[in-house]
């Protein structure tokens, strides 16, 4: 039986920790009986929008659970593909309802910050997960309701840096008459629009250090290194993780390359070598500019080092991680989420 | 595998070229002076898709601004190789072309003589250097057999390690299996094609392909 107290019910025992149960039965339910539910919740909290001193029918219904238990539904109806490196699992129906789940709980209980971190998570996760224009929606969606949130902001600016790195020539450019644009036009495009999140970013909190270090990259990538250089040594006072440390020096070090001054950059790369001496793109980094400083065998030395600790690393390279964001920071937030929503 | 066999078939050609640096000026208080005593250049010889072997050096003719060049034909029969496989183990790879590029790079060890040497470099994200370059090729057959495949894919940081650590007496050959393209290295394209022109090394690639 399909009815408001059921699935009240299916949502209460989620919260009460039964979380595998009620995922499972949420399966049971029909898009049409679960658009009836949540037409009813939405209607619920708009009357009490109206009329905040009348009765609330929403009163003992556990809206963070129901924004958890449907992301969960949403999950489990799409396991990650084996022998795919990019499996864009982009979120279906059940994490649309954990949206409009979401809004409700904005609008109508006060919930901290709760619905930012849940659609930040959404937003990293679509990341993770190689889902570019889902990550940039939903991103969108929480900056609409959120205008103010610098995180928000940094979270789209990276997906937005992520996937215009990535961009791919379509195989319609050059062709006469087409009009689809060279992978280098998208990729300008999408850090222009990068730049201008984490600059807005900046501008709401200036102590935000990832920020800075991601602008100082972006700037690099749009050809624009003095002003990146800028960036990444003011970012580096306010930088607390020794990964973003790292990055900052990385990135340091491949300016001053690009403009020939070889001995800052091995300078730089020596200092991120030393934060992390099992991270291998430092170790190439470092090579590739004792080479080009014509000191091979330092370079090979360098590189046989950085190599040595490959199978062995007992943390991922913070390049990698900064590439695909970070799966610890999404499995951190979710984490939190499941603790909150089952309070 | 054509690709494989077509690359153990190339000829390499080295032309033997003295290009003295003009005299300097007396005044100058500093004098270097350096000459490129042979320089390799790879032909690769193709009739239609087939390649042709047994090539003698009047067969070629090297021209340096115009300056016709002394030639020496190093054939692959007269000098053993070292060949390095660097080996895509990315998830992508995961199934069929895993088996695939394997039995690719099977058929190239076959195809290797006696005192040719070979290694295996494995990446997906990372690098691993999982046999050092040695003629014992049943070693290179056992940590091939042993790959898996999980991970992004970081072709020019493996590739870079393959070039910059099989530089020695032997002139390398660096031969990539790979499904796909570069999605983490620190190193770009450019960056590779620098390290590559500055090197001895010769790089082919054994790609996969579904309707192959």
Redesign the interface.
Known sequence: VFTRDVYYELIRSYARGERPQAVAALGAWSERDLARQLASVEDAARALERCPSCPNSLAGLPLKAAVMLHWDRDRAEQPPP?????PRRCPGPHATIASRFAHVLARSVPQGDFVRRFFRMVVTSCQWDACFDAAERWAGEAIALYPLDAELLLARGSVREESAT?A?ESPGVGVPGSVEPSAEAVRREGWKHARRDLEEALRLDPGLGLARLRLGRVLWRLGEPEPARKQLEQALPSLRATDHVYLAH?FLGRIHQDAGRLDEAIGEYRLAVALHPSA??AA??L??AL??AGD?DA??SA??QG?ES??Q?RAR?P??DY??VKAVELESLLDELYREALE | VRAARREAASALVAALAAAPLQAQEPAKPLEFKTEVGAVYVDAFVTRGDRPLADLRASAFELLDNGVPQQLELLSTESRPLRAVLVFDT??????N?LLALRAAAEAFLNGLRPADEAGLVAFS?????LAEPTADKAKVRQALARLG?TG???VY?AL??AI??S?GERRALIVLFTD??D?????GEA?LR??AQ?SNALVHVVGWRPWA
């Open positions: 084996e022998g795919v490196e990019q990535l791919r990385l291998l793109s190439v980094a090579s590739s080479g080009l091979a370079g090979r590189l046989r190599l490959a199978g690393r390279d390049h990698w590439q695909v | 990315s998830s992508s790879m995961a199934g072309r994200e990372d690098v691993v250097w495949a992004a894919t970081a940081d870079y390690a910059t650590l530089e796909g393209e999605n983490t290295s620190w190193l960056d620098t390290v500055r």
